[in-house]
DNA sequence: TTAGGCTTGG
């Protein structure tokens, strides 16, 4: 019989296992290797329902977890069931079930980049001549319950039909939560808020004795599905409360990430429509609700001392001193070779009142996530004691509190790779140089601002807004739907383009174009076509400008006409005015504005003049050339210009001079291509920036050696050329997703923003 | 029972 139940007595089956099978172990499972004579056991975590495959065999999916290999990043694996052995199970399998797969096949799982469960399945099938052993307690229920749904149905109430008094079921988004915190009376209590679309809101009151049966949420935007809890109306508004037999399930609210139900139980049922309910609330509140909520900080938990304080480190180093809680060296718990390495980096935080059983209960080694810790600056005229101090305060106001997350939790992960990839030699020797900061102390602001700035190198770029958001890693983002903003934490790969003058274009912000910028050639070719017609005598002198014109002394006899224009009648310094001129060479327009404040290139039509074409700058000022957006000007009379001279101290703008010209016009901006990857993946984003990023003016940048040169050290700051990934810098940006639609085609693009590099890079 | 989101504090 290919599907046998053992029973167990006293934790062992009463009928043994066939001798000849030998147990298999979930980490020595690979591809390539025979396993007729192996088995492998698990713990039911996931049935999907019983379907047929196009050819009419049966299929039964269901998920097995090695509880021996809990620690390891991956302990669940896919087992893949044909045939009559797939409807047997389906009949007799409960969620929590230990289940016995004997002489199986392996093979790859295409599924394991999604899942994150093993890289091999187990197919098992009568054919293959395996055979499952369900090891139950009460085989005589489960006959009698065995049918073709093992599962009730649940039917889930949304949350705009809630009614006093009632039990129900029901699914949510979490809007607000308090992380669970010993209450005052017997029970774990933890607070949730949920949204779902009917855009109705609950809050709910949990309480547990234990720990583990209250809702695993870690951030929110997580999604829970909470089963048999009872609602009541309290001050005028429906309000959730734990009932006998509360039961919930909490899931990642990322669009795409893997659907695993976190949930102390066993037992629970999770089908296929469930999974489908999962994704359509991630995908609504993808676009309906903005998910954000207080700061929460996440760290590795080293060392508690006292009972009221503990030592945790997240990879980096506080850009402030911070105070550390006097301490005996015999108080300390945590690993001491490690805390002593890492003496400069760790934070104290410092618990109060209902966190403080919590905090107590910690293990050393875990990965916390503490909401809203209160950071304190010591007061600035205590020069000797500027320092930042950590502060849970008591109470439980707007999700204060620490909440606990499982190795398996991918912001976990990431973390671990994030501590595992900081270089701790570079970070103690960085630490030498400012022996001042040992004793937690500075001795004055000067001290503490180059600290600062010491500190800021651990990121070769420092963001200038929202330094409240946590980062993320890059597979999240490239897993959800836009437009989103984040803040990450990469290096730069890569970027494009590599020869750094072609990154320069010119953007027009009413049309969103792009352009190249045209070069000295185009200007000498329109300049020498224009120089044709000659200056009209007739448009010299006017009220609003002087004229000079004179004729070259060389073959060509070229004419060139000078208009400078006055102010209040009378012609200004030099480094003050603006003129206009009509038949000159690239070179003299060159020489003139360098000495004038601004050069308008013009030529004379019958009865005005006009500017040159849209390909030519309609202004030359210093070393820029600034040119207007062919599609969107419409360029109005020269005379325009004698209202701004009216002016009583004309600035001469560019942008005033664009504006009364009916010029729009085009701005110098860098694009540029960067891949940035971090431990979770890899992703373009785009650099658009007038000056903000680089520190540099676009405009500049191509007329100028130095600003040329200083934008290439930064870049191979950045990226040294042949450089392993290992050995690049880390860079902090702001990243924001967006949506372009071409057709049918739609594509998410990432572009940088609120970034800059670190004043010290270059 | 507890808390019933909405802080200022050692």
């Not at 209250?214 to 009932?243: A, C, W």
């Not at 070393?623 to 207007?628: L, Q, S």
Request: net charge neutral; hydrophobic share 35%.
């Amino acid at each position: 019989m290919p599907v046998q139940l053992l029973k167990i007595i006293k934790g062992e089956s009463e009928t043994p296992l066939p001798s000849h099978l030998q147990k298999e172990d979930l980490k020595h499972l690979q591809e390539g290797f025979d396993y007729t004579n192996k088995y492998f056991q698990g713990t039911v975590v996931l049935c999907y329902p019983l379907t047929k495959l196009r050819d009419g065999t049966d299929f039964f999916k269901v998920v097995l977890q090695d509880l021996n290999n809990s620690c390891s990043r991956i302990n669940s694996i896919n087992i893949l069931i044909y045939g009559k052995m797939a409807e047997d199970c389906a009949k007799v399998i409960r969620h929590g079930d230990t289940f016995v797969v004997a002489g199986f096949k392996l093979a790859k799982s295409p599924t394991a980049r999604e899942d994150g469960r093993h890289g091999c399945h187990l197919e098992v099938s009568e054919e293959a001549g395996s055979a499952i052993y369900v090891r139950v307690n009460q085989i005589a229920n489960r006959v009698l319950h065995a049918a073709p749904s093992v599962a009730p149905k649940y039917v889930y109430t949304p949350l705009n039909h809630l009614k006093d008094g009632t039990v129900v079921n029901l699914y949510g988004i979490v809007k607000f939560f308090k992380p669970p915190y010993v209450s005052k009376g017997t029970d774990y209590c933890s607070v949730v808020t949920l949204v779902d679309p009917s855009n109705a809101k609950l809050t709910c009151t949990l309480f547990r004795g234990n720990l583990d049966s209250l809702p695993k949420i870690y951030k929110i935007g997580d999604i829970v599905r909470f089963h048999r809890i009872k609602i009541r109306e309290y001050n005028g508004q429906m309000q959730g409360i734990t009932s006998g037999g509360f039961a919930s399930l909490t899931f990642d609210g990322t669009v795409g990430a893997p659907i695993v139900p976190r949930t102390s139980s066993k037992l629970y049922t999770f089908l296929g429509e469930e999974q489908k309910t999962i994704e359509e609330l991630r995908a609504w509140a993808a676009s309906n609700l903005s998910i954000s909520g207080p700061a929460a900080f996440f760290f590795f938990f080293l060392n508690h001392f006292g009972f009221f304080s503990l030592q945790v480190w997240d990879g980096t180093k506080c850009p402030y001193p911070t105070w550390k809680v006097p301490v005996e060296a015999s108080d300390l718990e945590g690993e001491k070779a490690l805390l002593h390495q890492l003496r400069n980096l760790t934070v104290d935080i410092l618990v109060y009142d209902n966190h403080v059983p919590l905090a107590k209960s910690l293990k050393i080694g875990s990965f916390l996530r503490i909401y809203s810790i209160r950071t304190k600056q010591a007061s600035a005229d205590n020069a000797d004691a500027s320092h930042v101090e950590f502060h849970l305060h008591g109470g439980t106001c707007y999700g204060r509190g620490i909440g606990v997350l499982p190795e398996s939790n991918p912001d976990v992960k990431e973390l671990k790779e994030f501590l595992e990839s900081v270089d701790l030699a570079d970070s103690q020797n960085a630490e030498s140089v400012s022996s001042v900061e040992l004793d937690g102390t500075f001795s004055n602001v000067t001290d503490l601002q180059s600290h600062l700035q010491r500190c800021q190198q651990l990121s070769v770029t420092v963001l200038t807004d929202h330094q409240d958001l946590n980062n993320t890693g890059l597979r999240t983002i490239l897993n959800s739907t836009a437009p989103q903003q984040y803040r990450i934490r990469a290096k730069l790969r890569t970027f494009k383009p590599q020869k750094l003058h072609q990154s320069i274009k010119l953007y027009c912000s009413k049309c969103n174009s792009l352009k190249e910028v045209p070069d000295g050639d185009d200007f000498d070719l329109i300049l020498q076509d224009s120089a044709t017609t000659a200056p009209n005598p007739e448009l010299h002198n006017t009220s609003w400008y002087g004229s000079v014109m004179w004729t070259t002394q060389d073959q060509k006899q070229r004419k060139i006409a000078i208009h400078f224009v006055k102010h209040d009648e009378m012609l200004q310094e030099p480094e003050h005015t603006l003129l206009m001129i009509e038949g000159g060479t690239l070179k003299e327009i060159w020489k003139l504005s360098r000495r004038f404040k601004c050069v308008i290139p013009v030529r004379s039509t019958k009865d005005d003049l006009e500017l040159l074409d849209f390909s030519a700058p309609f202004l030359l000022q210093g070393n820029v050339k600034y040119y207007g957006c062919k599609h969107c000007s419409t360029p109005k009379t020269i005379k325009s210009l004698s209202s701004l001279a009216a002016e009583q101290r004309p600035s001469w703008e560019p942008t005033e001079i664009a504006q009364v010209l009916g010029i729009v016009p085009l701005q110098y901006v860098f694009i540029m291509k960067f891949t940035l990857v971090d431990g979770t993946g890899a992703l373009n984003a785009y650099l658009f920036d007038y000056e903000k990023f680089f520190q540099i003016p676009a405009s500049e940048i191509l007329t100028n050696n130095f600003l040329q040169q200083k934008m290439q050290m930064t870049m191979n700051t950045l990226c040294p050329p042949g450089r392993k990934l290992d050995d690049l810098p880390w860079l902090e940006c702001f990243i924001k997703s967006y949506n372009i639609t071409d057709g049918t085609k739609h594509q998410v693009y990432y572009q940088i923003f609120d970034t800059t590099i670190a004043e010290d890079v270059v």
